[in-house]
């Protein structure tokens, strides 16, 4: 996660759209909030540098994101809304 894909999604995202992030890799999660949280054109729904604690919101799990779940392993989640 860097800037590159930070403004390709800006630029494919319209405003008022979700960016939904989730990993269970703590440095890739930390990787998109560097990028993500700084930049004016996105609001962290949850609050600056806060992970969004209301689960997956769409109801659709990856195989990776069940068997996280199933194993125990952190699911480290954030919800953007594209702001301008």
């Known amino acids: 996660v860097d800037d ?3 403004n390709g999604i800006a630029h494919a995202l319209r405003p008022g759209g979700e960016l939904f992030v989730q990993s269970d890799v703590w440095d890739i999660a930390l990787d998109a909030m560097s990028t993500f949280d700084p930049d004016d054109r996105f609001e962290n729904v949850a609050g600056e540098w806060t992970f969004w604690k209301n689960g997956n919101p769409y109801g659709v799990r990856s195989w990776r ?7 125990g392993l952190p699911i480290w989640r954030i919800m953007y809304r594209r702001a301008r």
């Not at 994101?65 to 194993?71: D, G, L, P, V």
Request: glycine share 10%; no cysteine; hydrophobic share 30%.
């Open 4 to 6: 590159a894909l930070g």
């Open 65 to 71: 994101e069940q068997n996280a779940e199933e194993t």
